[in-house]
């Protein structure tokens, strides 16, 4: 079935440091979306992407349309001990549905 | 607005015992969703209602059964309770449209024994 591969699993930072991760899928998404999932809370959007190409800011996170509409990456600059999470890549599935990456995990050091 | 609520926030259940997770939502979206997250897995679409009076099956529906009450509450119910239903359970609903994306409640821990 359809999957949506997120890299890295999985990654320990400093603070202050840029983060990029990335979304690939063996499908054509026409929108991706990135959500950001706080221990013991449920995902909250933070960015979506509906343009091949598009770069889209919401204060230091960046996300990015890749130009074959298979993939995505969100950069994180001047990473904060907040910024730790889960981060997961979504896109729609068919009309009504939609489809979630495995997670990055983001933890920082301070 | 307290957007997609549900209830309860912790549930420990035998094997083989019953129960229904509510899911209520204030802002007047069509389409209401359940998934459920286990570690390591993402979040897996267990049933979806596009519109008040219709559900369809998602990726993981066995055992589970779901009732869209009206177009506020989307309930999953679990009859017989299994171990491998222990999980964290999502409810969320769509803005569609204009602006494509879902908005989640805060989850259901759910320990089957």
């Known amino acids: 079935g359809q999957q949506l591969n997120q890299s890295p699993q999985s990654m320990f930072i400093q603070e202050g440091e840029d983060v990029s991760m990335n979304c690939t899928s063996s499908?054509?998404?026409?929108?991706w979306l990135w959500y950001k999932q706080d221990p013991g809370e449920g995902p909250v959007l933070l960015i979506a992407l509906y343009k091949a190409g598009e770069l889209t800011s919401n204060g230091r996170l960046t996300a990015q349309f890749g130009i074959t509409r298979k993939d995505s990456f969100l950069n994180i600059s001047a990473s904060i001990p907040s910024d730790v999470g889960i981060y997961f890549c979504?896109?729609?599935?068919?009309?009504?549905?939609?489809?979630f990456g495995t997670g990055t995990r983001l933890k920082v050091l301070a | 607005n307290a957007g997609v609520t549900q209830t309860p926030k912790f549930q420990v259940l035998k094997t083989g015992q019953s129960m229904t997770l509510q899911c209520a939502q204030d802002?007047?979206?069509?389409?209401m969703y359940w998934y459920r997250q286990d570690p390591g897995m993402g979040l897996r679409l267990i049933y979806y209602?596009?519109?008040?009076?219709?559900?369809d099956k998602g990726e993981v529906p066995n055992g589970y059964n779901v009732s869209r009450l009206n177009k506020r509450e989307f309930s999953l119910r679990l009859e017989s309770a299994a171990p491998s239903q222990t999980s964290v359970y999502f409810c969320?609903?769509?803005?569609?449209?204009?602006?494509?994306?879902?908005?989640f409640g805060p989850g259901t821990r759910l320990l089957v024994l």
């Open positions: 969320a609903n769509r803005a569609g449209a204009v602006v494509e994306t879902q908005y």
């Open positions: 209602s596009a519109s008040e009076g219709t559900t």
């Open positions: 499908s054509i998404f026409n929108t």
């Open positions: 979504a896109g729609p599935w068919g009309t009504y549905k939609y489809i």
């Open positions: 802002m007047n979206h069509n389409s």
